[in-house]
Protein backbone atom coordinates (compact mmCIF):
# COMPACT_ATOMS: atom_id res chain seq x y z
CA UNK A 1 0.00 0.00 0.00
CA UNK A 2 1.24 3.66 -0.75
CA UNK A 3 2.59 5.98 1.92
CA UNK A 4 0.23 8.45 2.75
CA UNK A 5 0.64 11.84 1.44
CA UNK A 6 2.75 14.13 3.57
CA UNK A 7 -0.67 16.46 3.29
CA UNK A 8 -3.38 17.32 5.39
CA UNK A 9 -7.11 16.13 5.16
CA UNK A 10 -10.41 17.48 6.98
CA UNK A 11 -13.65 15.37 7.74
CA UNK A 12 -16.66 16.94 9.05
CA UNK A 13 -19.27 14.63 10.18
CA UNK A 14 -22.64 14.36 11.10
CA UNK A 15 -25.74 12.60 11.10
CA UNK A 16 -29.67 12.39 10.41
CA UNK A 17 -32.10 10.60 12.02
CA UNK A 18 -31.25 9.45 15.37
CA UNK A 19 -30.11 5.77 16.81
CA UNK A 20 -33.23 5.88 18.86
CA UNK A 21 -35.35 2.19 18.94
CA UNK A 22 -36.88 2.21 21.69
CA UNK A 23 -39.49 4.61 24.22
CA UNK A 24 -38.93 5.07 28.06
CA UNK A 25 -41.45 2.03 28.41
CA UNK A 26 -39.43 -0.16 26.10
CA UNK A 27 -41.72 -0.08 23.65
CA UNK A 28 -40.44 -0.70 19.97
CA UNK A 29 -41.34 3.14 18.22
CA UNK A 30 -39.25 2.86 14.85
CA UNK A 31 -40.98 4.61 12.49
CA UNK A 32 -43.34 6.45 14.75
CA UNK A 33 -43.48 10.28 15.15
CA UNK A 34 -40.82 11.68 16.76
CA UNK A 35 -38.20 8.58 15.56
CA UNK A 36 -37.14 7.41 12.63
CA UNK A 37 -36.54 4.76 11.02
CA UNK A 38 -32.79 5.40 9.34
CA UNK A 39 -29.87 7.05 10.70
CA UNK A 40 -28.00 8.49 8.06
CA UNK A 41 -24.26 9.01 8.99
CA UNK A 42 -22.25 11.16 6.68
CA UNK A 43 -18.60 13.26 5.85
CA UNK A 44 -17.37 15.61 3.78
CA UNK A 45 -13.34 15.84 3.06
CA UNK A 46 -11.69 18.11 1.76
CA UNK A 47 -8.23 19.43 1.52
CA UNK A 48 -9.17 23.25 1.23
CA UNK A 49 -11.70 23.92 4.26
CA UNK A 50 -11.32 27.42 3.90
CA UNK A 51 -12.99 28.71 0.69
CA UNK A 52 -15.74 26.29 1.58
CA UNK A 53 -15.85 28.36 4.55
CA UNK A 54 -15.62 31.27 3.35
CA UNK A 55 -18.40 30.83 0.57
CA UNK A 56 -20.99 29.54 3.42
CA UNK A 57 -20.40 33.07 5.33
CA UNK A 58 -20.21 35.18 2.21
CA UNK A 59 -24.30 33.82 1.72
CA UNK A 60 -25.29 33.36 5.44
CA UNK A 61 -24.17 37.45 5.27
CA UNK A 62 -25.85 37.95 1.53
CA UNK A 63 -29.27 36.19 3.37
CA UNK A 64 -29.17 38.20 6.67
CA UNK A 65 -29.15 41.25 4.87
CA UNK A 66 -31.91 40.67 2.52
CA UNK A 67 -34.83 42.81 3.38
CA UNK A 68 -37.10 39.94 1.32
CA UNK A 69 -36.15 37.74 4.85
CA UNK A 70 -37.26 40.23 7.36
CA UNK A 71 -39.17 39.38 10.21
CA UNK A 72 -38.72 35.58 9.59
CA UNK A 73 -38.83 33.87 12.68
CA UNK A 74 -36.67 31.09 11.23
CA UNK A 75 -33.77 33.41 10.26
CA UNK A 76 -32.88 33.66 13.47
CA UNK A 77 -31.59 30.57 13.25
CA UNK A 78 -30.20 30.59 9.99
CA UNK A 79 -27.90 33.53 11.04
CA UNK A 80 -26.36 30.84 13.52
CA UNK A 81 -25.82 28.50 11.13
CA UNK A 82 -27.58 26.86 7.93
CA UNK A 83 -29.51 23.53 8.89
CA UNK A 84 -31.20 22.37 5.87
CA UNK A 85 -34.17 21.27 8.04
CA UNK A 86 -35.00 24.85 9.49
CA UNK A 87 -33.91 26.88 6.86
CA UNK A 88 -36.60 28.44 4.53
CA UNK A 89 -37.22 26.73 1.16
CA UNK A 90 -35.92 30.01 -0.75
CA UNK A 91 -32.90 29.99 1.43
CA UNK A 92 -32.28 26.37 1.09
CA UNK A 93 -32.59 26.26 -2.43
CA UNK A 94 -29.61 28.86 -3.02
CA UNK A 95 -27.23 26.81 -0.29
CA UNK A 96 -27.80 23.92 -2.78
CA UNK A 97 -27.18 26.20 -5.41
CA UNK A 98 -23.70 27.10 -3.78
CA UNK A 99 -22.69 23.58 -2.71
CA UNK A 100 -22.76 22.09 -6.04
CA UNK A 101 -20.08 23.95 -7.06
CA UNK A 102 -17.50 24.10 -4.06
CA UNK A 103 -14.78 21.62 -4.12
CA UNK A 104 -15.37 18.23 -1.63
CA UNK A 105 -16.33 14.75 -1.87
CA UNK A 106 -18.82 13.21 0.37
CA UNK A 107 -19.42 9.44 1.85
CA UNK A 108 -22.68 7.66 3.86
CA UNK A 109 -23.70 5.13 5.83
CA UNK A 110 -27.82 4.64 5.93
CA UNK A 111 -28.76 2.34 8.60
CA UNK A 112 -32.43 0.96 8.71
CA UNK A 113 -33.29 0.44 12.01
CA UNK A 114 -33.87 -3.44 12.11
CA UNK A 115 -34.68 -4.53 15.71
CA UNK A 116 -33.03 -7.82 15.54
CA UNK A 117 -30.01 -6.50 14.16
CA UNK A 118 -29.81 -4.01 17.16
CA UNK A 119 -30.76 -6.46 19.77
CA UNK A 120 -28.31 -9.43 18.04
CA UNK A 121 -25.02 -6.87 16.89
CA UNK A 122 -25.42 -4.27 19.78
CA UNK A 123 -26.56 -5.64 22.65
CA UNK A 124 -29.71 -2.85 22.44
CA UNK A 125 -27.32 -0.19 23.26
CA UNK A 126 -27.34 3.16 21.52
CA UNK A 127 -24.04 3.80 21.69
CA UNK A 128 -22.46 0.98 20.01
CA UNK A 129 -24.54 0.63 17.33
CA UNK A 130 -24.03 4.50 16.42
CA UNK A 131 -20.31 3.85 17.13
CA UNK A 132 -20.13 0.53 14.71
CA UNK A 133 -21.71 2.94 11.77
CA UNK A 134 -18.92 5.96 12.93
CA UNK A 135 -16.26 2.60 12.07
CA UNK A 136 -17.58 1.75 9.14
CA UNK A 137 -17.76 5.31 7.54
CA UNK A 138 -14.36 6.01 8.58
CA UNK A 139 -12.29 2.30 7.93
CA UNK A 140 -11.49 3.30 4.32
CA UNK A 141 -11.02 7.01 4.93
CA UNK A 142 -8.01 7.94 7.04
CA UNK A 143 -4.62 6.11 4.82
CA UNK A 144 -4.55 8.56 2.13
CA UNK A 145 -2.55 11.93 3.83
CA UNK A 146 -0.51 12.06 6.50
CA UNK A 147 -2.84 14.71 8.78
CA UNK A 148 -6.64 14.05 9.20
CA UNK A 149 -8.87 16.37 11.27
CA UNK A 150 -12.32 14.83 12.07
CA UNK A 151 -14.69 17.40 13.32
CA UNK A 152 -18.31 16.04 14.82
CA UNK A 153 -21.06 18.23 14.49
CA UNK A 154 -21.46 18.72 18.67
CA UNK A 155 -25.12 17.33 20.08
CA UNK A 156 -26.30 18.15 22.60
CA UNK A 157 -23.73 18.81 26.72
CA UNK A 158 -22.58 15.03 26.23
CA UNK A 159 -19.04 14.73 25.95
CA UNK A 160 -18.52 11.90 22.72
CA UNK A 161 -14.81 13.11 21.91
CA UNK A 162 -13.47 9.45 23.43
CA UNK A 163 -15.91 6.91 21.97
CA UNK A 164 -15.86 8.64 18.83
CA UNK A 165 -11.93 8.36 18.53
CA UNK A 166 -12.16 4.56 19.52
CA UNK A 167 -14.65 4.35 17.04
CA UNK A 168 -12.71 5.66 14.16
CA UNK A 169 -9.46 3.81 15.62
CA UNK A 170 -11.57 1.01 15.44
CA UNK A 171 -12.52 1.31 11.59
CA UNK A 172 -8.67 1.73 10.69
CA UNK A 173 -7.85 -1.61 12.71
CA UNK A 174 -10.37 -3.41 10.78
CA UNK A 175 -8.57 -1.65 7.67
CA UNK A 176 -5.21 -3.03 8.54
CA UNK A 177 -6.54 -6.68 9.27
CA UNK A 178 -8.65 -6.25 6.19
CA UNK A 179 -5.35 -5.32 3.52
CA UNK A 180 -2.64 -6.92 6.10
CA UNK A 181 -0.65 -3.21 6.39
CA UNK A 182 -0.52 -1.14 9.22
CA UNK A 183 -1.77 3.09 8.79
CA UNK A 184 0.49 5.27 9.83
CA UNK A 185 -1.41 8.60 9.33
CA UNK A 186 -2.56 10.88 12.31
CA UNK A 187 -6.23 11.65 13.07
CA UNK A 188 -7.47 14.62 15.25
CA UNK A 189 -10.93 14.31 16.46
CA UNK A 190 -12.84 16.96 18.42
CA UNK A 191 -16.51 18.04 18.86
CA UNK A 192 -17.57 21.59 17.34
CA UNK A 193 -20.67 23.71 17.25
CA UNK A 194 -22.21 24.29 13.47
CA UNK A 195 -21.93 28.11 14.70
CA UNK A 196 -18.19 27.77 14.47
CA UNK A 197 -17.55 25.66 11.45
CA UNK A 198 -19.46 26.55 8.52
CA UNK A 199 -18.19 22.85 6.41
CA UNK A 200 -20.71 21.19 9.19
CA UNK A 201 -23.66 23.23 7.65
CA UNK A 202 -22.15 21.71 3.92
CA UNK A 203 -22.87 17.80 5.51
CA UNK A 204 -25.96 18.50 7.45
CA UNK A 205 -27.25 19.74 4.00
CA UNK A 206 -26.06 16.99 1.79
CA UNK A 207 -27.43 14.19 5.11
CA UNK A 208 -30.67 15.95 4.47
CA UNK A 209 -30.66 15.49 0.85
CA UNK A 210 -29.88 11.67 1.24
CA UNK A 211 -31.95 11.40 4.54
CA UNK A 212 -35.32 12.40 2.36
CA UNK A 213 -34.17 10.44 -0.79
CA UNK A 214 -34.72 7.63 1.41
CA UNK A 215 -37.67 8.31 3.63
CA UNK A 216 -39.78 10.61 1.01
CA UNK A 217 -38.48 9.17 -2.20
CA UNK A 218 -37.25 12.39 -3.36
CA UNK A 219 -34.29 13.11 -5.32
CA UNK A 220 -34.38 16.01 -6.61
CA UNK A 221 -31.88 17.63 -3.41
CA UNK A 222 -29.68 14.31 -3.97
CA UNK A 223 -29.34 15.17 -7.84
CA UNK A 224 -28.25 18.53 -7.24
CA UNK A 225 -25.06 17.85 -5.24
CA UNK A 226 -24.98 14.20 -6.35
CA UNK A 227 -21.35 15.02 -8.15
CA UNK A 228 -20.00 15.30 -5.07
CA UNK A 229 -20.68 11.71 -3.58
CA UNK A 230 -18.24 9.31 -3.98
CA UNK A 231 -19.72 6.59 -1.65
CA UNK A 232 -23.41 5.90 -0.25
CA UNK A 233 -23.51 2.41 1.53
CA UNK A 234 -26.68 1.09 2.21
CA UNK A 235 -26.09 -0.98 5.03
CA UNK A 236 -28.51 -3.10 6.32
CA UNK A 237 -30.45 -3.45 3.07
CA UNK A 238 -28.88 -7.36 2.46
CA UNK A 239 -31.33 -8.40 -0.54
CA UNK A 240 -29.32 -5.90 -2.80
CA UNK A 241 -25.91 -7.02 -1.35
CA UNK A 242 -23.73 -6.07 -3.06
CA UNK A 243 -24.83 -3.68 -5.20
CA UNK A 244 -26.29 -1.93 -1.85
CA UNK A 245 -22.67 -0.08 -1.76
CA UNK A 246 -23.39 2.87 -4.12
CA UNK A 247 -20.30 4.22 -6.07
CA UNK A 248 -19.83 6.72 -9.13
CA UNK A 249 -20.09 3.55 -10.95
CA UNK A 250 -23.24 1.98 -9.33
CA UNK A 251 -25.11 5.37 -8.69
CA UNK A 252 -27.70 5.90 -6.10
CA UNK A 253 -30.49 6.08 -7.34
CA UNK A 254 -33.50 5.71 -4.63
CA UNK A 255 -35.38 3.19 -7.24
CA UNK A 256 -32.77 0.93 -6.90
CA UNK A 257 -32.48 0.18 -3.17
CA UNK A 258 -35.24 -2.30 -1.04
CA UNK A 259 -38.14 -0.10 0.09
CA UNK A 260 -37.91 0.94 3.87
CA UNK A 261 -40.26 -0.84 6.05
CA UNK A 262 -41.53 2.43 7.74
CA UNK A 263 -43.43 1.08 10.77
CA UNK A 264 -42.07 -0.15 14.34
CA UNK A 265 -41.40 -4.13 12.89
CA UNK A 266 -38.89 -6.36 13.23
CA UNK A 267 -36.16 -7.49 10.59
CA UNK A 268 -33.38 -10.37 9.75
CA UNK A 269 -29.74 -9.63 11.24
CA UNK A 270 -27.68 -8.60 8.45
Known amino acids: MRKPKPSSNWFFVDESGDPTFYDRKG ?11 ILVLGFIETQQPEPIRQALQWLQSEVIADPYFEGV ?18 IRYRVFKLLSDLDFKAQFVVARKIERVFRNSFHANEGEFYDHLVSQLFKNALHRHQLNHVYFAKRGSRSRQVPLSNAIRRGVAQFEKHWNTRVTSDVTVQAQMPKGEPCLSVIDYMNWAVYRAFTLGEMRYYRQVEQHVSLLVDLYDTENYPKNWYTRKNTFDIKKITPLQLGPVTGRTA
Open 27 to 37: NLIVGQEGCSS
Open 73 to 90: PSLAKTAVAFHAKDDLPE
